[in-house]
């Protein structure tokens, strides 16, 4: 029977099938939920590690030990990664090593662009690129196979269009593969990188990435469609659905392998059609490989290098090229449309690090920031982030500023899962060679950007083990930073406060600003909605600089100003009274406040707002 | 099914309003009829309140691409007035809007930097396309039907009336999503969704 997966739900399915014993990640879009999904299976021990390298290490040592390991990311997580994944090309591994690459074309949700099908050519590790569900599964179990027949970790790269779109899947059973070792392997010629060691494995790998790219030759993971043959497309991944959507009439050379290519099949391909043309999401990887076997081919020349593909954009480029396409490429219908307001992402209402922002806008510090929800601080009102780059940057970044000698204190912000995937070397750094900047740690409590996963310092582990939470505050005293202190992220004056004490001191410090995210189930059933006081308000605006998106202009004005009256929305408003702290008019009612009120005029409290989405 | 039909639904909304459930239904009631279904969404920082969409395509013979072109949609689903007008373009010329009568205000409006488009424009965008416009008011009749939350439902029930289907077979697939204790509240807002989809006959494959 078939079901709708999505493919990352189909590639949780296919290790599983596939014997896997572990699987390790750190939560990225659009791979998140392979890892979310895998771990509700049984007999599979699964893990969010603290980053992308370490998740690969672990899956490494698992397949060291002869056990079938996985480790997925998202495509950045394999800049971290990618030492791991050299030295794991070098030693191979005694049984089945796949790390999953999950690009995001078009940067839905990434710092940047890129095509990691290229990590595959660079550590001469064999990629498989899936163009549905259906592949996603079985090309996850194709990896594990291939990776043991050819001593090899494999690379399954798939795009936020395969991982985050739904097609039906058969269903198959789990295969039981027994470990392939009984102790872990004493074979230092194999699994010690010292050079001497590396120089005999570097022709080993050179002469498997030719093994491969014979065996890919009659593999399934490769076919050739014949159409029409005036035109032959040669294409992988979810491109190969753009081209039979747009294109159905011509020849195709469906590459499930994208690295090593099938030389002679792209020979015989290339032979049998008129015009060959490549189409490939990002970079011309395929197109790249087929010019240097000295065969004529258009790709970039026809379809765009930067950004997603979508069937609109396959067909005009097609048409304009003059191939034949399934129908005219339409122009946007001339809709005569209004203005239409944009819906930014924003800091949520009741998002705790909001008090940090507002503070740190109104000090006029130069912030370097980091990945995560917070990172939309940089949005007005607030503007209060002015770098951010990748995960773990920006406390090295202002480091960096403050040794070339700015005139400025720097600050750096940091969520508390970014902080242990990579802000804690950083913050050694700072120890050890003093500078004298803040790094503020936003501790929500949780993983919150990809979707509230557990991390060193929720106590939970994904499979839902209690373990002891890391304490912060006594790691950052160990590193040698004295000037710590801990304050609750809701309390304006204490951030104030504890923010003047650490700034006295020219020397490295740290605010570790602590409360959980509003939008953790337990947290949302202790929402109450806060009220204004008409007759307290006067319009002078200070709640709306916080760019609360609960805190509305309401149609009423003041008398004297002229200017709109504050509105709290009950349906957004979480109570965390950041702005019933910043009223200097003490017009907006606190929580306590809005309890007495309700209970003095009989009316009940508000319900609880429902736990779940 | 003899000769081939395919139907491409559009889902458009607001972050948290529940077009994910109901693109999820709508996939497995494709794939329950016999289609090949494809479902594709993008997840991450849309859902903080931004606009989300869902492409679905059902196809009796085989879905290749799972994105919808422009001007490619049989029906656009809207939760909400403004996302409408918003992917208006992917509605195919002579093709269906169902829009729910709800207006969600986003911070660009309500801190006064920019105004809330007016009804009219969706009669006069909708018929430029030569579309038929259905508007259902999803959150009232949910309301109708115990819970204002069972819009999402209500607004399936609408667009089921547009398909050649039974109308047990939207049931079937809706029933397996809901949690028991709802299951009358949701056959109540689906039976409301159908009753006020509007007149008309069902769209052309």
């Known amino acids: ?74 495509h950045v997580g394999l800049n971290v990664a990618a030492d791991s994944f050299f030295y794991a090309s070098f030693t191979g591994a005694e049984a089945g090593l796949v790390i999953v690459s999950a690009d995001d074309p078009g940067m839905h949700s990434s710092q940047n662009e890129q095509d ?24 996850t179990i194709a990896a594990f196979d ?37 102790k872990f392997p004493r074979d230092a010629a194999k699994y010690v990188m010292i050079p001497a060691n590396a120089r005999a494995r570097h022709p080993l790998v050179e002469q498997r990435v030719l093994d491969v790219a ?25 491109a190969y659905q753009y081209a039979r959507e747009v294109l159905p009439d011509a020849s195709v050379l469906k590459l499930g392998m994208v690295y090593p290519v099938p030389v002679e099949l792209i020979r015989t391909f290339a032979a049998g059609v008129k015009r060959l043309v490549v189409l490939e999401e990002l970079d011309p990887v395929l197109e790249q490989e087929i010019r240097l076997l000295g065969i004529a081919c258009e790709g970039k020349s026809i379809f765009p290098l930067c950004g997603e593909l979508d069937p609109t954009v396959v067909r005009r480029a097609a048409a304009a090229a003059g191939l034949a396409v399934d129908r005219p490429p339409v122009a946007a219908a001339a809709l005569d449309l209004p203005e239409l307001p944009s819906r930014p992402p924003v800091l949520c209402a009741g998002c705790p690090h909001r008090g940090v922002f507002q503070l740190l806008s109104k000090k006029k510090v130069p912030v370097a920031g980091d990945i995560g929800c917070y990172t939309l601080g940089l949005l007005p009102p607030l503007s209060a982030i002015h770098s951010c780059g990748c995960m773990g940057a920006g406390i090295g970044v202002a480091h960096g500023a403050a040794k070339a000698g700015i005139g400025e204190r720097m ?77 609750d992220s809701y309390d304006v004056a204490g951030l104030e406060a504890a923010y003047k004490e650490l700034m006295a001191h020219d020397r490295p410090a740290v605010l570790v600003a602590r409360r959980e995210c ?17 007759a307290a308000c006067t319009g002078c605006g200070i709640c709306f600089r916080i760019g609360c998106p609960a805190i509305l202009k309401s149609d009423e004005v003041d008398a004297k100003s002229g200017k709109p009256l504050a509105l709290v929305d009950p ?25 007495e009120a309700q209970e003095h005029t009989g009316a009940s409290c508000p319900a609880p707002l429902d736990g779940g989405k | 099914m003899s000769s081939r039909s395919k139907f491409s639904f559009v889902l458009v909304g607001v972050g948290g309003q529940g077009t994910l459930l109901a693109s999820n239904i709508l996939a497995e009631v494709g794939l329950a009829a016999g289609f090949d279904v494809k479902k594709s969404e993008v997840h991450g920082m849309a859902q903080r309140g931004g606009s989300v969409a869902s492409h679905v395509r059902w196809d009796s013979e085989r879905v290749f691409s799972p994105l919808v072109g422009l001007g490619e949609a049989d029906v656009l689903l809207s939760f909400e007035k403004m996302e409408a007008l918003r992917f208006a373009h ?116």
């Open chain 1, 571 to 595: 349906d957004q408003c979480t109570g965390c009274e950041v702005c019933a702290q910043l009223c200097p008019h003490d017009a907006i009612l606190t929580r306590d406040q809005v309890r």
């Open chain 1, 518 to 534: 509003a939008l953790l189930p337990e947290i949302r059933k202790r929402w109450v909605a806060l009220e204004v006081v008409e």
């Open chain 1, 116 to 139: 990691n099908r290229r990590f595959a050519q660079f550590a001469r590790v064999p990629c498989l690129e899936p163009a549905d569900s259906q592949e996603s599964k079985d090309f």
């Open chain 1, 146 to 182: 291939l990776s043991e027949k050819f001593d090899t970790p494999v690379l399954l790269r798939t795009t936020t269009r395969t991982n985050h779109s739904s097609t039906p899947v058969e269903l198959g059973e789990r295969k039981d593969v027994e470990p392939r070792r009984k």
């Open chain 1, 411 to 487: 600050v750096a912000v940091i969520g508390d899962s970014t902080f242990y995937h990579t802000g804690l070397p950083a913050l050694a750094n700072v120890a050890y060679n003093r500078s004298n900047v803040l790094t503020i740690i936003l501790d929500n409590r949780t993983t919150a950007m990809t979707g509230h996963q557990s991390n060193p310092g929720t106590g939970l582990t994904l499979q839902h083990q209690e373990v002891g939470r890391i304490d912060l505050e006594p790691l950052v005293r160990a590193l040698g930073i004295h000037d710590v202190a801990t304050v």
């Open chain 2, 90 to 205: 992917l509605l195919r010329r002579g093709g269906t809007a169902v829009v729910n009568d709800m207006a969600i205000v986003p911070v660009t409006v309500s801190s006064g930097s920019s105004a809330y488009p007016g009804d009219e424009h969706l009669a006069r965008v909708f018929a430029a396309l030569d579309a038929r416009l259905v508007m259902v008011p999803g959150e009232a009749l949910a309301q109708d039907a115990g819970n204002v939350k069972a819009a999402n439902v209500v607004l399936l029930g609408a667009v089921s009336c547009l398909l050649p289907l039974p109308e047990e077979a939207w049931w079937a697939c809706i029933a397996q999503r809901v949690p028991k204790k709802f299951l009358d509240l949701n056959h109540a807002a689906f039976a409301l969704g159908r009753a006020n989809a509007g007149a008309g006959a069902p769209i052309g494959a």
């Open chain 1, 214 to 238: 014979a065996w890919a030759e009659t593999s399934p993971l490769n076919r050739i469609e014949w159409r029409d043959r005036s035109v032959g497309v040669v294409t992988a991944g979810i």
């Open chain 1, 1 to 74: 029977m078939k079901r709708m997966l999505s493919g990352n739900e189909a590639i949780a399915r296919g290790a599983w099938e596939a014997g896997v014993h572990l699987a390790a990640a750190y939560p990225g879009t659009p791979s998140t939920e392979i890892l979310e999904e895998l771990s509700r299976f049984p007999h599979v021990y699964c893990e969010w590690s603290t980053n992308e390298k370490v998740a690969v290490d672990v899956a490494v040592g698992a397949a060291y030990a002869g056990r079938r390991a996985l480790a997925t990311m998202k």
